[in-house]
């Protein structure tokens, strides 16, 4: 078992920044690829941002620009950095390690106001 704990959650205003974090304790041999994602009232959970073993990142079209995901694997975290937020980007952030199988975190609220 893998168990994730998120935090870095909170109130920002508009054009401000976050940074959360996600850290991996447990049975962890090796974690491949490591993502963040969130859900906004009355949305699906969509992702975020993805980074691989080897470090290759990705991003979703409307945090590009803006979001930066890092991972410290000595530490088994994921981190994301989140500048000029906007009120968009209100939304539960949910932390997804794969391993073996795939594990999530219990989710963080970012509430941006503008």
């Known amino acids: 078992q893998v168990q994730l704990v998120e935090s870095g959650g909170g109130w920002v205003q508009a054009g401000g920044s976050l940074r959360l974090s996600c850290a991996a304790s447990?049975?962890?041999?090796?974690?491949?690829?490591m993502e963040w994602y969130r859900q906004a009232p009355g949305k699906q959970r969509e992702l975020v941002a993805t980074?691989?073993?080897?470090?290759?990142?990705n991003y979703a079209d409307p945090v590009k620009g803006r979001f930066t995901i890092s991972r410290n694997d000595a530490k088994n975290t994921v981190f994301l950095q989140m500048n000029n937020v906007k009120p968009e980007d209100t939304a539960v952030y949910y932390c997804?390690?794969?391993?073996?199988?795939?594990?999530w975190g219990q989710g963080t609220q970012v509430t941006v106001s503008s």
């Open positions: 997804s390690v794969v391993v073996t199988y795939r594990y």
């Open positions: 980074i691989t073993s080897r470090g290759w990142t």
């Open positions: 447990g049975s962890i041999l090796r974690i491949n690829d």
